[in-house]
């Protein structure tokens, strides 16, 4: 079994900071990629930011030079610090991790979601 424990969220006012954290866990023999996915009701689940095993970065352009994902590869974790935040970040956030199991599986996890209200 494999689990994602996101935590962070919560509620900031327009311009201020928060850090995700996602934590794998359990039958985990590596990790490719990793990332934070965002949605809002009614709309797809975008992908904000991805980060690769060699620390290789990709933002979506309504975040880049605001957003930073980062990870530590010995603690099997990913974070996102949120800087300079909007309204329009709003949404619940969620992590994603590519990863090859020790039975040899590879396959798409995913954490349970965590709230982000960016509200004055």
């Known amino acids: 079994q494999v689990q994602l424990v996101e935590s962070g969220g919560g509620l900031v006012q327009p311009g201020g900071s928060l850090r995700l954290s996602c934590a794998a866990s359990g039958s985990i023999l590596s990790i490719n990629a990793m990332a934070w996915l965002r949605q809002v009701p009614g709309k797809q689940r975008e992908v904000v930011a991805t980060?690769?095993?060699?620390?290789?970065?990709n933002y979506a352009d309504s975040v880049k030079g605001r957003f930073t994902i980062s990870r530590d590869n010995g603690k099997n974790t990913v974070y996102l610090q949120m800087n300079s935040l909007k309204p329009e970040d709003t949404a619940v956030y969620y992590c994603?991790?590519?990863?090859?199991?020790?039975?040899?599986?590879?396959?798409?996890?995913w954490g349970q979601g965590t709230q982000v209200t960016v509200s004055s």
């Open positions: 994603n991790a590519h990863l090859v199991t020790t039975y040899l599986t590879q396959s798409d996890y």
């Open positions: 980060i690769t095993s060699d620390g290789s970065t």
